[in-house]
């Protein structure tokens, strides 16, 4: 079906009434999407469990799940994810995990990380030996802050740093 307009007046009139219908409907997905990014600041992280996979002289490979709970109605897809570990305040390692995660919205979501840490390398940064690494984990104060890219359709969007900090007793023992 076809509408004809006769009148050029009544032309402008229908296209000043379509520009200005879709400049509110985009600003009012435009406040509703910021509503929802704002209300994914208010997220809810927790540490889940560590799996530990392999532990030798050269090398200690642990899996580290967090739960992240997003309170927003918007679900989204996890694209980055970087972790700065600090053990007793010491600088450890950066790990990186660029493998897709999705965030469901109004729920929580498992977020997994599989990590490779040189146990001797470990040891000499944070002042202690290994007997007492194995026999002292109270005495170990972990430290993650975590940095994350979200993707919302096309847009990769950082969301503020996170800190999760806790001894190694209690991760080891959650």
Known sequence: MKVQVKNKVN???VWVTAIVALG???TIAGIWLYKQLKKMEDY???FKNIIVRKVSTT???F????IFTNKSNLGV???KQEYDVYANNVFITTLKNDTPNDIKAKSESEIGMRINVNPIDLVSKIGLNAVELITSPKKINIKIVMKYKIR??????SIPEMIYEDSLYNMMNY
């Open 11 to 13: 032309k402008k009139v």
């Open 24 to 26: 509110a409907v985009s």
């Open 44 to 46: 809810g992280l927790d």
């Open 59 to 61: 090398e200690f490979i």
């Open 63 to 66: 899996d580290l799940y967090m």
């Open 77 to 79: 897809t996890l694209a």
């Open 152 to 157: 919302i359709l096309f847009l990769n969007v």
